[in-house]
Every structure is written in structure tokens, then in C-alpha cells.
């Protein structure tokens, strides 16, 4: 590993700890040239599964570009990157599990769209709009009124 600071590769590790999840293990190192210290992360390097889009493409399964959706979907209202975080990670952990070697992008999607349900009203309107492509406004008011009558149900 080398130092951010000087570019040797020598240094020693100082402590280590299992990150909270389990998954992940923190390093802190002292670097034997400039005796400046730093922090690396060490975790198991994973194989997920392909994705089939609608289109039939097939694309890497992405952390990334899952938690840009929900992010985007989520900006300005009260749900915490952490949570959105620990989400991706279940995610990504649980079609790993699966051990299929492609998944479709749908079943991402519903995953997606039902735990924003389960957070956010504002959050799940924004990403099914783009997710399910509304063609005109009537989608769009149809699959809000489905949301206010699930939401009356629950209060009774």
C-alpha cells in the first residue's frame, strides 16, 4: 500500500477493526518513510450477478449507479445517506446470494421502489415516475390516488 503523502510503499499497520457490518476491515497504517499516518479499508472482493435490462443489453451489476437513482429520488427529504447506503449494500448482498449469474433490472427496480414506498411518499412518486415511464399525467394521478387509498387503508 502506498502513502498518500510520499509515495513509499513501506509502512507498518498501527490497528485494525472489523467495520460495523461485519464485512469490511479498517486499517490504520504509519508509513515507515515520512511517519505520517493513514487509513486503508480491506474487504472481500464480491462477484455479483450481470443485469438484463429491458432492452436486453446486459451491464455489471452497480452500487453505484443504484444509489445515484435513490439519491436522486431522495434529494431534499429526510432519509439519511447512510440509510440509503446500508440499503444498496443489502441489495447488492442479497442478489449476490442469490447465486444467479444475471438478474433482470426489473427486480431491482421493485426492490427499490418498494422500500422508497416504505420511507418516503415524496421519495416513491419521484423514482416511479422514471422507473414505470408515466406516459401522460393520468398514469401519473392514477398511481398516486392507488397511494392515498393504501395510505387511508393503513390509518383505519
Known amino acids: 500500500m502506498k502513502c498518500p503523502f510520499c509515495s513509499e510503499i513501506n509502512n507498518k499497520v498501527i490497528d485494525s477493526r472489523l467495520g460495523k457490518d461485519g464485512r469490511m476491515i479498517r486499517r490504520r497504517r504509519e508509513c515507515l518513510n515520512c511517519q505520517k499516518r493513514f487509513t486503508t ?37 429526510p432519509i439519511s ?16 446470494e442469490s447465486g444467479h449469474r444475471e438478474i433482470n433490472g426489473s427486480d431491482i427496480g421493485e426492490k427499490v421502489i418498494e422500500k422508497l414506498k416504505e420511507w418516503d411518499d415524496v421519495a416513491y412518486v419521484r423514482f416511479a415516475s422514471v422507473y414505470r415511464q408515466f406516459k401522460d399525467i393520468n398514469e401519473f394521478m392514477s398511481e398516486l390516488k392507488e397511494l392515498l387509498d393504501e395510505r387511508k387503508g393503513e390509518d383505519k
Open 41 to 77: 479499508y480491506e474487504k472481500v472482493e464480491t462477484v455479483l450477478p450481470m443485469v438484463v435490462k429491458k432492452d436486453g443489453r446486459r451491464e455489471p451489476f452497480s452500487h453505484e449507479k443504484i444509489r445515484a437513482g435513490i439519491q436522486k429520488a431522495c434529494q431534499k427529504r
Open 81 to 96: 445517506i447512510n440509510k440509503i447506503d446500508d440499503f444498496v449494500d443489502t441489495l447488492g448482498q442479497l442478489f449476490q
